[in-house]
């Protein structure tokens, strides 16, 4: 009998499939790829999924140990998801057992059953009657029969009490052979003939054409790039396209940034449709989550809304997939698969010869520059929906002005008059705690974070010094470390000075901080939101959690404290991220009647991008940025990936990496590669982080196809290489964040 060999993929960094022996009387007809077997690794046990069944193998015989166990009778996993990992894996160079375990649900990963939770249903038996003799003087059981009759298909367990059925009538009822219990998978309810629970909107006439001009590429692959203003009505025009999707037999998959899974954005799906809908997103937990992705992967949710991680969600009847705020940095996993939802779902989209819309009032400049260039199709709405004007912007040069708590004068003064007029204020700044530091006036000793090459932030409420890099902390000392003397000052402002201060400068109204230290509450926010939407006038002071998802119309408002950061720094993406954020907040603001103002401090108000952005509006923007990218041959422009290495002794990292160039070096020459340049090894921007010495070698190629080869063939070399093993490294493909 021919050896049967399982080869494979396992949880594990090494980018290789590794063969184990079937275990002990089972055939090569008992597998197929896919199915998940447990194995022994070392001195522990792994979970791996099957890629090939083969008769030989590299391993000699003697050494190749037998699997454990067979999980799977049929392999949970869709060719077409196991598709995407594949490619997945192949492209960010990552090893293709961690991918899967990455893009399965946590329970399949650990091994569960493949299997949608069983549950126990009552049903009343097929020949029941209510006048049965045995029930005539027992009322509460003619009662329960009654109740039960009226569900043919049974009612769960779990919901009896919902519906006043008691166990004992039940039990009873049981007994007397009147009822029947059935233990199955939860049904399904049946698919609907209308799926519309509430009207539509009608379409303005930038709706109706962006919704025609995406309506007529279904059916087959074809990216749109929906660039809507704030409040233009994205979202209704995302509502009748997955209605035409369903209407078509069809599911639609639709990926949101964590921070928008507010309960509005939820209830606008499941109040617009009767459709079962399948939610994946970190509220959600284990078992939830795997029932969701069989019931997408078996056809029995219509609807997928998730975050992230939901791109990797198996659709039977795959129709559409949308991604909203698509500019939004929440889609880059930035740890172990270092992967880009949006991207990988125009991969998936093209895989599954599906449509995509990519939507954003404030698109990337990579999408933006691929509608430019034809790959997408690019849909503009730029009129409010209902009718709101757009908000007026105004530089505010706080050049040798004074700055009471990062608020100048004329701010003061601009914030007090729209108070006076009963309307409110949104005042935003990027920076949570109180101050950005601690310094002693006596001897300038600064509060640093004792691993981190990074200053501490005071937070005034909890009295401590933190680290917003790796989550140190301490109580903020009385007396200075260094000289011993007393007077120690907060130097700038965070939300929470802010707060401080305009509660001082404004005692008659209320001043609601929005930030992640002020809603870690679960329900703060909605009680926040609450409040503001009630109208009276008030301030609302907070970081970037005010940019998103929610809209306050009466802020007549917006004041930007600090814009300087996105312009000085060194990160080549740090004005792309300025401009979308001023932009994505001045967008909360503002109705019909009364157009919100947008007044932003600034030391450079002459900067060109910021008077793009203030004069011309975010595409003007865009354009100026694109062209600097072109001319500094940056992304979208050029392709990047980034090796990173960290180690706890000084020099370790660089010198890893100083190898792992040389090795680079030879590959370009060996395989004729050309237009790549290696940049580096240089310290990271924040070389100590968490206890840790960083180091960085960017890798910059005009073109896709050669980066890839060279990553191919460089990984294989970084693995085998002694110097590696003392540094924990990683590669990042298209990094987003170059620190
Ligand atoms: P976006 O997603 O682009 O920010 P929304 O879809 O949230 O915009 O729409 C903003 C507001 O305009 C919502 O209150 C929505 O109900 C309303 N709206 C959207 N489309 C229409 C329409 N066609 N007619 C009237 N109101 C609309
Ligand atoms: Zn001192
Ligand atoms: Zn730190």
């Known amino acids: 009998m021919p050896d049967v060999i399982l080869r494979l993929a396992l949880p594990s960094p090494l980018r290789r499939l590794f063969d184990y022996r079937a275990p002990l009387g089972m055939t090569a007809a008992d597998f197929a790829p896919g199915m998940r077997l447990r194995v022994p690794f070392g001195r522990r046990e792994m979970i791996g999924v099957l890629i090939e069944v083969t008769e030989h193998s590299e391993v000699p015989a003697a050494k190749l140990k037998p699997a454990l166990a067979l999980l799977d009778p049929v392999s949970p996993l869709p060719p077409s998801l196991f598709k995407l990992c594949l490619w997945t894996a192949q492209y960010y160079q990552h090893s293709l057992g961690d991918t899967l375990s990455w893009a399965l649900p946590v329970l399949l990963r650990q091994g569960d059953p493949a299997e949608a939770r069983q549950e126990r249903f009552w049903q009343a038996a097929a020949d029941a009657r209510l006048d049965d003799p045995r029930i005539a003087r027992a009322p509460k059981q003619r009662e329960a029969l009654t109740t039960l009759a009226q569900h043919p298909h049974g009612v769960a367990h779990a919901l009896l009490s919902k519906l006043q059925l008691s166990k004992d009538s039940l039990d009873m009822l049981l007994a007397k052979g009147l009822v029947t219990v059935e233990v199955r998978r939860h049904h399904p309810e049946a698919r609907h003939q209308r799926w519309l629970a509430q009207p539509e909107l009608p379409l303005n006439p930038e709706q109706s054409a962006a919704f025609q001009a995406v309506r007529a590429g279904f059916g087959s692959y074809h990216a749109s790039l929906l660039a809507g203003v704030t409040g233009s009505g994205k979202t ?23 921070i928008n899974l507010g309960p509005q954005t939820l209830a606008r799906f499941e109040q617009r449709f009767n459709a079962r809908i399948a939610l994946l997103h970190s509220a959600v937990n284990d078992r939830e989550r795997l029932d969701a992705w069989l019931a997408a992967r078996d056809g029995e949710a219509d609807i997928i809304i998730g975050t992230r991680s939901a791109l990797f969600t198996p659709m039977k009847h795959p129709g559409l997939i949308i991604i909203d705020e698509e500019h939004d940095g929440s889609y880059k996993q930035q740890e172990g698969l270092r992967y880009h939802a949006r991207d990988l779902a125009l991969v998936r989209a093209h895989q599954e010869n599906i449509p995509i819309v990519l939507g954003s009032a404030t698109p990337s400049l990579e999408s933006l520059h691929n509608a430019y260039i034809g790959r997408y199709a690019l849909l503009r709405m730029d009129q409010r929906a209902g009718g709101a004007k757009p908000p007026k912007f105004m530089r505010l040069d706080v050049k040798s002005r004074p700055l009471d708590s990062g608020i100048s004068g004329p701010m003061q003064q601009a914030i007090g008059q729209t108070l006076e007029r009963g309307q409110q204020v949104l005042v935003f700044l990027n920076r949570r705690g109180f101050a950005p530091t601690l310094l002693c006036h006596d001897c300038g000793w600064l509060s640093e974070c004792p691993r981190c090459d990074a200053r501490t932030t005071v937070h005034q409420r909890s009295g401590e010094l933190r680290c917003h890099h790796c989550g140190y902390a301490e109580r903020v000392p009385r007396k200075c470390p260094q000289c011993g003397r007393v007077d120690l000052r907060p130097v700038g402002a965070g939300t929470e000075r802010a707060e401080e201060r305009l509660s001082i400068l404004f005692p008659d109204y209320p001043v609601l901080r929005v930030d992640r230290d002020s809603t870690s509450r679960k329900d703060a926010m909605a009680q926040l939101f609450a409040t503001i939407q009630k109208g009276q ?65 600034t030391h450079l108000a002459e900067h ?4 793009q952005l203030t004069e011309q509006g975010y595409f003007a923007f865009a354009d100026q940025a694109l062209s600097e990218r072109r001319a500094a041959g940056l992304p979208p422009f050029a392709h990047l990936a980034l090796l990173r290495a960290e180690a706890h002794k000084p020099g370790q990292a660089e010198g890893f990496l100083d190898e792992a160039c040389s090795a680079a070096e030879q590959l370009l020459g060996s395989l004729q590669l050309h237009a790549i340049e290696l940049l580096g090894p240089v310290p990271a921007p924040m070389e100590r982080r968490a206890g840790r010495f960083r180091a960085q070698l960017l890798v910059q190629a005009s073109a896709r196809a050669p980066l890839h080869k060279l990553l191919s063939h460089w990984m294989l070399q970084l693995e085998q290489m002694p110097s590696g093993r003392q540094v924990r490294w990683s590669l990042d493909v298209d990094p987003v964040d170059l620190y």
């Open 236 to 258: 209704e025009v995302y509502l009748q396209l997955i209605r035409e999707t369903l209407e078509a037999g069809k599911q639609a998959l639709v990926l949101i940034p964590e």
């Open 608 to 611: 060109p991008l910021l008077v």
């Open 537 to 601: 006038p008030c301030i609302l002071v907070g970081t970037q959690m005010l940019a998103k998802g929610h809209h306050f119309p009466r802020v007549t408002l917006v004041s930007i404290l600090d814009a300087d950061g996105g312009l000085f720094s060194g990160d080549f993406r740090a004005s792309e991220r300025m401009a979308q954020l001023i932009v994505q907040v001045a967008g909360r603001a503002g109705r019909a009647e009364e157009p919100g103002r947008v007044i932003i401090q």
